[in-house]
């Protein structure tokens, strides 16, 4: 087939067949490998996108998320494995027949042209004629609420208006996928946080299947319908926001989303379901498959997020014991740390959102910790597990 | 910020290099309007003689020749030169990079002279063309290549690709390559995405490539002298006749005045033409 | 299929690529080995070989001199550019000072002014103040011939310098002489080293203007090569071209290798 335009009122028709016939995947990754030279960039990642979901690959930089993202554009071939769009085999498709929307982390707006030239080009490429080439990106530019800037070229726009012609010209050819690379990371904070609504805004509104990259947790756990968190090119949990938060499936995801404390503990009791960690006074409860293998009165580490720690006077039944070191005031709650031997670092962070936290616990006092919630977790010692 | 510890010693020798150019490029302005004196170095008084002069049909060929051969090479540089400043830019491999740049760039540091003379032993009559195309039986005796217009052209060409390729390849490499994987992403194949972007993104070079070409090719004074021979000549040839051959330093002064207002009136020509791609703004 | 369809269009590519720079080598390679030609006259195929005319290039007294010669002006004229273009490019990196970008332009356009013009303008000066026999015409001559390379080439390292080294040195107490000395110069070397190397293998290789400031005592190697062609038919100038080739590649490659030529021609990307 030579004309793309050909090519798309099918598309478009079997695209809604695949919908009310309830195939709900829309890209799909079977144990795709790739490497650079030495270098394992991606290991047998397996990934299913379901149609219409908005999901985050949050991971640091160099763990593998850019290279997943450049094999579903079809930048790089996977040296192994399967790689599906819309249930298509596309490992030999090459970027301009992939049918994907990508906004670059540069945005890559062609200096060249103006903002209406580059929302419209790839309509252009599919040869649409100009009438609806100019309506389309009309109602694109509509979408992303920039409509009067259409002559502009890009270097005379601001970030975040380049921002949103970078998203229209991605949305306007109606996309299998909608593929965003760190989208939001030249822009300044305040912008950024307006943007995360209305990127999740415009999603919703188009369901468009959305891959989102980024390194920036916050960002990950407040976009996603889910998140797949990589580590050194491997996929080490997929899941909700609220999952992916509460129940992290090892020690780098843990230490990776949120602030975490890790403090030295031992294993009081396990069990085929649950176990439970001794510290100091308290015996918390944890689940036990983390720990799958360890033996009552083994060390473990204890991950406890900072809401979950609480300060009290210092006595027998405390988990660990510690002197305040630094208050951080930051508006809503206070974060206080403390110097306790119990703690990895040897500091605990504990968010306090008492009002007379800071009064009450002045620098230099000793103070007790205690440990509420069911959301704590325990993993064997790192020497024991990478 | 505003302290110029080294202003004036650091200035001070530019400078005077600048005076002694615009000294130079003065005495032949100021010697083109002085009257010839047959048998004297010294010139006469002011006269526009010279430049009436230079309307004769003899040496308006010689004009029209010179700028229609810096046209040809200019064009046909930046169609042969383009490809190499591509491959050089976007080869992955660092040794092909290094074996592209020094092969395409060595013929520039070799001068004139040993360029030209070996083109001499390309297309001369015993050259490797002829010998070549005598082994094939596609010809029975040697074709005339030197003495015509092509093979200065085709020598001036491998003058000029060097620079060409090096203006090029600067250009080439500093365009975001997200611009190229955007355009793809957006439906464009390999050969839009490169007439689409990458083209009109590498103006800048293109203009720059072009009009150096152009500038080099108008000064050209071996290449015509040794292949042409006599028959294909070029402002430099006649300059040089007239001034160390005949010592008519007035009219020689007219002949290069005349030229480098020609120069610059194409460059300018150039420069408006492609303006609207000066506006692509900041990258 | 379109996979294919774009290997297609890489080997395709590949092939132009490999044709063009064919081009470029062909009359190196052709010269090369009509040197070894044992007739008297340039001819290629040669029919039998001899070793005779890179001998006879290398006692022609003519090739001496200019080889001599071209090694004073351009021993001098690239070490006057480097320490001219290299303090004005400094100087056109931080100072703003009067008639900043008339002087650059002027230093420039030697690049574009035809180089015969140039030539026949310093011939005329020299001849006025009785100069025209001497190197110091052709050593003025090469300066501003060469000038714009070592100005471009030290620009370019001085854009890609960390000012903040320079500050960080003045802010443990080094004045700006020393700053200079022990932060940006040895900084810039590489930039300075490439400028002085463009500036000298151009300078060695300057013909066109050469011709008209040289005199029979001061012509350089171009000028006594093509005096050579002039008058003589047989292959030395083929042997003595093709160590030239020779000597220039190798100073290329060692060049590249330490100095890093892409980054000296501000021909690989940013980064």
Redesign the interface.
């Known amino acids: 087939m030579s004309s793309l335009a050909a090519e798309r009122q099918p598309r478009l028709a079997s695209q809604v067949a695949a919908d009310t016939t309830g195939g709900d995947v829309a890209v799909e990754l079977r144990d795709v490998t790739k490497t650079f030279g030495q270098v394992h960039a991606l290991k047998e990642a397996t990934l299913c996108v379901r149609r219409g979901e908005l999901m985050t690959l949050l991971g640091p930089s160099g763990c593998g998320k850019s290279t997943l993202l450049n094999l579903i554009a079809g930048f790089l071939a996977p040296d192994r494995g399967e790689l599906e769009i819309d249930g298509h085999r596309v490992n030999d498709t090459p970027p301009y027949k992939r049918e994907i929307g990508m906004v670059f982390q540069n945005y890559a707006l062609f200096p060249h042209m103006s903002a209406a030239d580059n929302v419209g080009y790839g309509l252009r490429m599919r040869r649409l004629a100009k009438q609806e080439v100019g309506r389309r990106v009309a109602d694109a530019l509509a979408l992303v609420r920039l409509s009067g800037i259409e002559e502009r070229r890009p270097h005379q726009l601001s970030g975040g208006q380049q921002q949103r012609v970078a998203l229209a010209r991605a949305l306007v050819i109606s996309p299998k996928v909608l593929l965003l690379d760190e989208p939001l990371s030249a822009l300044d904070r305040s912008l950024r946080a307006s943007m995360q609504v209305e990127i999740k805004e415009i999603q919703r509104q188009l369901g468009v299947t959305t891959l989102f990259v980024t390194h920036d947790q916050g960002e990950a756990l407040s976009l996603s319908d889910r998140i797949a968190v990589m580590f050194d090119g491997q996929i080490h949990q997929i899941g909700s926001p609220a999952e992916i938060y509460r129940r992290p499936k090892d020690r780098l995801v843990a230490s990776f989303v949120g602030d975490v404390n890790v403090l030295r503990a031992r294993l009081g009791s396990i069990d085929r379901t649950t176990a439970t960690i001794s510290l100091g006074g308290q015996s918390i409860p944890v689940a036990s498959e983390p720990l799958a293998g360890c033996k009552p009165g083994d060390r473990a580490d204890l991950f406890v997020r900072p809401e979950q720690l609480h300060l009290s006077e210092t006595g027998e039944l405390v988990a660990a014991q510690g002197t305040v070191t630094t208050h951080i005031y930051q508006g809503g709650h206070v974060d206080l740390y403390l110097l306790s031997p119990v703690a990895a670092g040897g500091r605990l962070l504990v968010r306090s959102s008492e009002p007379d936290a800071i009064t009450r616990w002045p620098v230099g006092a000793a103070v007790g910790v205690t440990v509420s919630g069911a959301d704590a977790l325990a993993f064997p010692p790192q020497d024991d597990k990478p | 910020m505003t ?5 004036r ?3 001070a ?6 005076l ?9 302005l100021q ?1 083109s309007l002085r009257l010839y004196v047959p048998g004297s ?1 010294e010139a006469g008084g002011f006269t526009l003689a010279n430049f009436t002069a230079l309307l004769k049909p003899l040496y308006a060929r010689v004009f029209l020749e010179t700028v229609w051969i810096s046209f040809l090479t200019a064009a046909l540089t930046l169609l ?1 030169a383009y ?7 976007h080869t992955q491999s660092r040794l092909t ?2 074996a ?8 520039l ?7 030209t ?6 297309l ?1 009559n ?3 063309v002829n ?1 070549l195309l005598l082994a094939l039986g596609l010809i029975d005796r040697p074709l005339q290549i030197m003495f015509t217009r092509a093979a200065v052209v085709t020598a001036l060409v ?1 003058v000029t ?1 060097p620079v060409m390729v ?1 203006m090029l ?2 250009a080439l ?2 365009i ?4 190229a ?13 490169f007439f ?2 990458t083209l ?2 590498s103006m800048p070079g293109v203009v720059a490539g072009v ?2 070409a152009f ?1 080099w090719t ?5 290449t015509p002298q ?1 292949i042409g021979g006599g028959r294909v000549n070029m ?2 040839n006649l ?2 006749q007239l ?2 051959a005949s010592f008519n ?1 007035p009219f ?2 007219s002949l ?2 005349a ?2 207002a020609l ?2 009136a194409t ?1 300018g020509l150039v420069r408006l033409a492609t303006r609207p ?1 000066d ?5 | 299929m379109s996979r294919s369809r774009q290997r297609a269009l890489h080997v395709a590519g590949t092939l132009v690529v490999l044709a063009i720079l064919g081009f470029v080598v062909l009359p190196a390679l052709v010269v090369t080995i009509a040197a070894f030609n044992d007739k008297a006259i340039l001819a290629f195929p040669p029919q039998a070989w001899s070793w005779r005319w890179f001998a006879k290039a290398l006692a022609y007294p003519d090739f001496h001199s200019g080889f001599g010669n071209g090694l004073i002006v351009t021993g001098w004229a690239s070490s006057i550019a480097l320490l001219v273009g290299g303090a004005f490019a400094f100087a056109l990196d931080r100072y703003a000072f009067a008639y900043k970008r008339t002087i650059e332009a002027i230093l420039l356009s030697s690049l574009i002014v035809p180089h015969f013009t140039i030539g026949l303008g310093f011939l005329i000066l020299a001849a006025q103040i009785g100069l025209a026999r001497g190197f110091a015409v052709v050593v003025v001559c090469h300066v501003v011939l060469v000038l714009p390379f070592v100005l471009k080439s030290v620009y370019v390292s001085l854009r890609n310098l960390d000012r903040r080294l320079e500050l960080a040195a003045a802010g443990l107490g080094a004045s700006p002489s020393r700053v200079l000395i022990t932060v940006t110069l040895p900084l810039l070397l590489p930039g300075l080293a490439g400028g002085w190397l463009l500036a000298a293998i151009l300078s060695f290789n300057e013909f066109t203007a050469s011709l008209f400031v040289t005199a029979q005592r001061t012509q350089t190697l171009p000028v006594a090569m093509y005096n050579y062609v002039r008058e003589y038919a047989d292959p030395s100038l083929a042997a003595l071209s093709v160590i030239y080739i020779a000597a220039t590649a190798t100073l290329l490659i060692v060049a590249n290798a330490y100095l890093g030529l892409g980054k000296l021609l501000n021909v690989e990307p940013r980064r």
């Open positions: 302290s110029q510890p080294f202003l010693i650091f200035v020798p530019g400078a005077l290099a600048a002694a150019l615009l000294a130079a490029l003065a005495t032949v010697y170095l042969v490809p190499v400043a591509y491959a050089l830019v990079k290094a592209i740049l020094i092969t395409a760039i060595t013929p540091f070799l001068g004139e002279v040993v360029r003379y070996s083109w001499m032993a390309v001369g015993n050259g490797f010998s491998h690709l090096i390849a600067a490499s500093h975001d390559p997200n611009y994987k955007a355009a793809q992403s957006l439906g464009a194949g390999p050969i839009r995405t689409t972007v009109p993104l009009t150096t500038a108008f000064s050209a004074f071996a040794l402002i430099a300059v040089y001034g160390l330093f020689a002064a290069s005045v030229g480098l120069t610059l460059l791609l506006k692509l703004g900041p990258p």
